[in-house]
């Protein structure tokens, strides 16, 4: 059973920072492209950073690049999405998903291609 488990969300103060996991289950995250989406009360899911399965090459949203980095740790079969310098406006619910097909720089933000998805964590960034 493929299944992917987010977790390292939280509530933090503006300028701070999280690190989030995705950690894997049935498959190798590295035979997948694995995005980070994030969705706030009101407001649409948006891609927020992709890292693909067959380069490696890293996507990132405007609004985040720069101030999030996305890995991969094939030993410990996991996705981490480091946030750094966080804004109340970085306040979503995060998302992990996996993509069997390959994901491209104009393709990676489309939610439909993605196959599996986790069941989110919450990140609040207030003072």
């Known amino acids: 059973q493929l299944q992917l488990v987010e977790s390292g969300g939280g509530l933090v103060q503006p300028g701070g920072s999280l690190r989030l996991s995705c950690a894997a289950s049935?498959?190798?995250?590295?035979?997948?492209?694995i995005g980070w989406f994030r969705q706030a009360p009101g407001k649409e899911r948006e891609g927020v950073s992709c890292?693909?399965?067959?380069?490696?090459?890293?996507y990132y949203a405007d609004s985040v690049r720069g101030r999030f980095t996305v890995s991969r740790d094939n030993g410990k079969n996991t996705v981490y999405l480091q946030m750094n310098s966080l804004k109340p406006e970085d306040t979503a619910v995060y998302y992990c998903?996996?993509?069997?097909?390959?994901?491209?720089?104009?393709?990676?933000?489309?939610?439909?291609?993605?196959?599996?998805w986790g069941q989110g964590t919450q990140v609040t960034v207030s003072s």
């Open positions: 049935g498959f190798t995250l590295d035979s997948r492209s």
């Open positions: 998903a996996a993509a069997q097909r390959p994901l491209f720089r104009f393709t990676w933000r489309t939610a439909e291609y993605y196959d599996y």
């Open positions: 890292i693909t399965s067959s380069t490696g090459s890293t």
